[in-house]
């Protein structure tokens, strides 16, 4: 049976060549903070000011950064792939969307979302957040936080997630650790339902024996290639 449906997982790797720091490198993003210091609801309740100045960098940052050949190369692949395709990130940044993918997924949430633990509206947030945002839906002050999922937290869309993992022929692993779970265990579960199974990263990752092949290098390089072969297959 020729590969018709695809599920695609992007971590911080396929943005890395756009200027955005991945987690776990040696200038990694925690660099300066401890993940419990600015990801986890313990830290946001007990300083704010801190997660938000930690969010708001990172927001600002996305303002000076452009999506790199790999988030094109996945972008045209959304757009010219007729079977089923769901591209799934890690990733909260915008690059995915920018490049043009639609069929896309952000289990982890969005720096460009905002959430309201008032009203429990989520909305676009662009600029600055700091402590004291007003919420656009019921303009309570201070209550407003990034729409990330911290430590600890749910990831979005699992179960949309996983059922599109369970259906695939092909799951293909792109910039990513395999240091944290759910996604980590994705390709286990694709395996176990017979699909074909891909990594493409600068280096093997923690769960490179579970995939049927390897590719190491730069995505920007090894994404493009990828792509272009399945197309034009
Ligand atoms: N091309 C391809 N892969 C790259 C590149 C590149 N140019 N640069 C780095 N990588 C690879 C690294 O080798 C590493 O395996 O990308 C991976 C990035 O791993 P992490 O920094 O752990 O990021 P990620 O896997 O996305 O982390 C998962 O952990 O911190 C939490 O919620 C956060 O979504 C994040 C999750």
Same mark, same amino acid.
Do not use: H, I, M
């Given at each position: 049976m020729g590969i018709c449906n695809i599920v695609i997982l992007t971590g911080a790797g396929v943005s890395a060549e756009s200027g955005l720091a991945t987690?776990? !490198?040696?200038?990694?993003?925690?660099e300066g903070h401890r993940v419990e210091d600015v990801c986890t609801p313990e830290a946001y309740l007990r300083d704010p000011a801190l997660v938000h100045q930690f969010y708001d960098a990172r927001r600002r940052k996305l303002g000076t950064v452009q999506p790199n050949p790999a988030h094109e190369a996945l972008a045209r692949l959304d757009i010219e792939w007729p079977g089923e395709l769901l591209l799934v990130t890690?990733?909260?940044?915008?690059l995915h969307e920018r490049a043009g993918?639609?069929?896309?997924?952000h289990m982890h949430g969005e720096l460009v979302k905002g959430w309201c633990l008032a009203c429990d509206e989520r909305f676009e947030w662009a600029g600055v957040m700091g402590q004291a945002a007003r919420c656009p839906?019921?303009?309570?002050?201070?209550q407003v936080r990034p729409d990330i999922v911290w430590f600890g937290e749910m990831p979005y869309e699992m179960e949309r997630i996983e059922e599109a993992v369970r259906q695939c022929d092909l799951f293909v692993s792109i910039?990513?650790? !395999?240091?944290?779970?759910p996604a980590a265990g994705f390709v286990q579960t694709a395996r176990d339902c017979g699909a074909t199974t891909l990594e493409v990263n600068l280096e093997p990752s923690l769960?490179?024996?579970?995939?049927?092949e390897s590719r190491t290098g730069p995505a920007s390089v090894l994404v493009p290639q990828w792509v272009e072969e399945l197309l034009t297959a």
């Open positions: 987690f776990r !490198g040696p200038d990694g993003l925690w890690q990733n909260v940044d915008d993918s639609k069929r896309l997924v839906a019921c303009a309570t002050e201070g910039g990513t650790s !395999g240091a944290v779970y769960g490179s024996y579970l995939f049927d």
